[in-house]
Nanobody, 121 residues
Framework: QVQLVESGGGLVQAGGSLRLSCTASGSIRSIDAMRWYRQAPGKQRELVATIIMNGNTNYADSVKGRFTISRDNGKNTVWLQMNNLKPEDTAVYYC???????????????WGQGTQVSVSS
């Protein structure tokens, strides 16, 4: 099995910064895409940022220029550096990874447990 463990959420004032991390462990050959999603109360889960194995990234328009996604393939870890945070960034943030299993080489999608980010005005 594969587990994703997140950390780094918290409460911060508007304009502040937080860094989220997510590490995968278990039966892993490699990891293709790594993503961060968020879900605010009463809203649908939305894709925030994606980074694929070669390092190419993509961001939601609402976070471009403020958030940076990065990864360490050797550590099976993805980070989300969040700067200039706004109250509308308040949400539970989830990491998601496309894990390639060693035996079957099939790709499975796994989710972290979620971490709360709260931004006060």
């Amino acid at each position: 099995q594969v587990q994703l463990v997140e950390s780094g959420g918290g409460l911060v004032q508007a304009g502040g910064s937080l860094r989220l991390s997510c590490t995968a462990s278990g039966s892993i050959r490699s990891i293709d895409a790594m993503r961060w999603y968020r879900q605010a109360p009463g809203k649908q889960r939305e894709l925030v940022a994606t980074i694929i194995m070669n390092g190419n990234t993509n961001y939601a328009d609402s976070v471009k220029g403020r958030f940076t996604i990065s990864r360490d393939n050797g550590k099976n870890t993805v980070w989300l550096q969040m700067n200039n945070l706004k109250p509308e960034d308040t949400a539970v943030y989830y990491c998601n990874m496309d894990v390639i299993r060693p035996t079957t080489r099939a790709t499975y999608s796994y989710w972290g447990q979620g971490t709360q980010v709260s931004v006060s005005s």
